[in-house]
């Protein structure tokens, strides 16, 4: 009679933790049923065949009390004990990712003119530093998710120039030490004398005009600081158009996720992110993608639809410098703890439903314990079990390796 494998193992009903905590997720764990070990009680032959992903097998009568308590069985089949453990255990989705830095822009040139200074691909410029010249005067970053679209000049009135970009220009200046916080805090958004003293201090550190006025060209409003990833534009050349791309300098995974695994990962959940050097450090997800995309592969035909998921480091200093690197990426969908574990391939696949566990007493006898499976922590090779009668410390039948 041959053996197969329970539809249960590929659906894991909902877990419990024994600890009294709140249960996890339901999480769809197709491909966990092939590390399952899975033995049948045969009624006609009144013995039980064990078979594994390898294909060996093995079999013992039933209703004999053993004796040995481990090692060969009656029929030259080599079995061994581990013990039943009270611990907390994770479950993983294993996925490949690209390691390298948030996010990706353009900048643009908004006047005409010749460039004259340009940064080089991989130099990383800050709030208030030069990020690349125009007939000879410098353009300046400037922190803040509004586009500079206009000059900025102090009107007749402070409540003349109004308007977001005033706001991070008046945020800028005091990050800067160019100006004070109490000359703008009554209305950060206003073109006031204290803005245009922060401007003429900004001009002079430059080497420019102490004009007070910011035109429309010398200064770029960017989020965050500036990681040059490539120089489009070229020396002598039109200002006009696409200058550089850049990035933001946080460090960050991304994971094309096979779109039908989408419900198993959730922004929060945390990350173990093993290096190119194999060197491993963790994470937590910050975006899962709603969007399904299809891409193309290099010979016109499409592939999987998979779906993007962002992933922050912990420790980005761990992470290194590297730029596109592969890593892998082990995302925790799931948790539990104080829970008894044993082997996955302790498990017993009753031929009348449920599972078991072969337990060996203090005597050297075995007896089966009905028990439920519950998480699988494939890393650690355990499952989750509940089954009274079993419990810590116990010792329970395993193939040996």
């Known amino acids: 009679m041959t053996g197969a494998t329970p ?57 004999i009390r053993h004796h040995t308590a481990a090692g060969v069985q009656d029929n030259n ?17 294993p996925v490949d990712g690209t390691l390298g830095y948030a996010g990706s822009y353009t900048v643009l040139g908004q006047v005409h003119g010749t460039i004259t200074a340009l ?32 000059d900025l000049a102090e009107g007749a009135t402070a409540a003349d120039v109004t308007g977001q970009d005033v706001a991070e220009l008046n945020h800028d200046l005091v990050a800067l030490g160019y ?37 429309l060209g010398d200064y770029v409003f960017l989020a965050t600081a500036a990681r040059v990833t490539a120089v489009t534009a070229k020396l002598g050349g039109p200002a006009g158009g696409p200058v550089l791309t850049a990035s933001a300098t946080a460090r960050q995974v991304t994971v094309n996720l096979d779109a039908s695994q989408q419900s198993e990962v959730t922004a929060g959940d945390h990350v173990t992110i093993t290096l ?3 060197q491993t450090t963790g994470g937590k997800v910050t975006s899962v993608g709603a969007v399904a995309t299809t891409p193309s592969g290099s010979n016109g035909s499409s592939s999987t639809p998979t779906i993007t998921v962002q992933i922050t480091p912990t420790d980005p200093r761990a992470t290194g410098t590297l730029d596109q690197a592969p890593v892998q990426v082990a995302i925790t969908t799931a948790t539990v703890h104080n829970v008894l574990a044993v082997p996955v391939n302790a498990l017993l696949a009753l031929s009348g439903g449920g599972y078991a566990v072969e337990v060996v007493n203090g005597d050297g006898t075995h007896h089966l314990v009905p028990v439920s499976p519950g998480l699988f922590d494939d890393a650690a090779g355990l499952v989750q079990v509940t089954g009274s009668g079993l419990a810590a410390g116990q010792h329970v039948v395993v193939p040996a390796s």
């Open 7 to 63: 539809a249960a193992m590929s659906e894991r009903a909902e877990l419990v933790d024994s600890g009294g905590g709140p249960p996890p997720r339901r999480r769809r764990r197709r491909w966990l049923a092939a590390a399952v070990v899975v033995v049948v009680l045969v009624a006609a032959g009144g013995y039980v065949e064990l078979t594994n992903p390898h294909g060996i097998g093995f079999s013992h009568p039933l209703g």
């Open 77 to 93: 089949a080599a079995t061994s004990l581990e013990t039943v453990t009270r611990r907390s255990l994770s479950q993983t989705t």
């Open 119 to 150: 940064p080089a691909a991989g130099q990383v410029i800050h709030q208030g530093q030069v990020l690349y010249g125009v007939d000879g005067k410098p353009v300046v970053l400037l922190y803040g998710s509004t586009p500079a679209y206009r």
């Open 179 to 215: 100006t004070d916080k109490s000359g703008v805090d009554s209305a950060w958004d206003e073109f006031s004398w204290a803005t245009k003293a922060g401007v003429e201090k900004l001009q002079d550190h430059l080497g420019v005009d102490q004009t007070g006025t910011l035109a």
């Open 276 to 278: 190119p050097n194999n």
